[in-house]
T-cell receptor, first 114, second 115 residues
Framework: DVKVTQSSRYLVKRTGEKVFLECVQD?????MFWYRQDPGLGLRLIYF???????EKGDIPEGYSVSREKKERFSLILESASTNQTSMYLC?????????????FGQGTRLTVV | AQTVTQSQPEMSVQEAETVTLSCTYD???????LFWYKQPPSRQMILVIR??????QNATENRFSVNFQKAAKSFSLKISDSQLGDAAMYFC????????????FGTGTRLTIIP
């Protein structure tokens, strides 16, 4: 089974802290994604990566950065956490191709910034 | 830009009955893929069903089927013989077939199953 693992299910951080959310996949997927999930807004794409050291901005990249030093690991970084970044964060991965292969998701990290 | 709209924030259905969740999308592309994902209370997103836009036949996976109306840009999910385990958030999603890899999601429908 494909496994996408996020390092924490729940996280509480203080305003201004630097926060790292880690995601690891074990299926050699090229593509990895970070989404933010908020009630009434669905899932919104923050950043994605299609290869090591490659990244592209999604729809809401402001206040976030990412790092992909190894193929299996994709990190989301909040340089200076703010209360409006309190949310559920979901990581996903999939093969890069033009067919309809599905994306696999991690179990989510619920981040609270106080 | 593509958009996905789910107009039903919440739905409920009696156990063993049938329910249909609505989804519409907006795109100028002809090649794309559509998905329904389920997110139970465990928060694990699970693929329910997928549809390739070039296929006219509606996708079916056991009790789950879709009504894909390409001209109307509509992609509804029908759940037959609803079970308690079907209770979840359901998200409709779109992905371009042009090489843009991202999934665009709707805002979700929370489905409650009434015993």
């Amino acid at each position: 089974d494909v496994k996408v693992t996020q390092s924490s299910r729940y996280l509480v951080k203080r305003t201004g802290e630097k926060v790292f959310l880690e995601c690891v996949q074990d299926m050699d997927h090229e593509n990895m994604f970070w989404y933010r999930q908020d009630p009434g807004l669905g899932l919104r794409l923050i950043y994605f990566s299609y290869d090591v050291k490659m990244k592209e901005k999604g729809d809401i990249p402001e206040g976030y950065s990412v790092s992909r030093e190894k193929k299996e690991r994709f990190s989301l970084i909040l340089e200076s956490a703010s209360t409006n970044q309190t949310s559920m964060y979901l990581c996903a991965s999939r093969y890069i191709d033009r067919t309809n292969t599905e994306a696999f998701f991690g179990q989510g990290t619920r981040l609270t910034v106080v | 830009a593509q958009t996905v709209t789910q107009s039903q924030p919440e739905m409920s259905v009696q156990e063993a009955e049938t329910v249909t969740l609505s989804c519409t999308y907006d795109t100028s592309e002809s090649d794309y893929y559509l998905f329904w994902y389920k997110q139970p209370p465990s928060r694990q997103m699970i693929l329910v069903i997928r549809q390739e836009a070039y296929k006219q036949q509606n996708a079916t996976e056991n009790r789950f089927s879709v009504n894909f109306q390409k001209a109307a840009k509509s992609f509804s999910l029908k759940i037959s013989d609803s079970q308690l385990g079907d209770a979840a958030m359901y998200f409709c999603a779109y992905r371009s077939g042009s090489g843009n890899e991202k999934l665009t999601f709707g805002t979700g429908t929370r489905l409650t199953i009434i015993p």
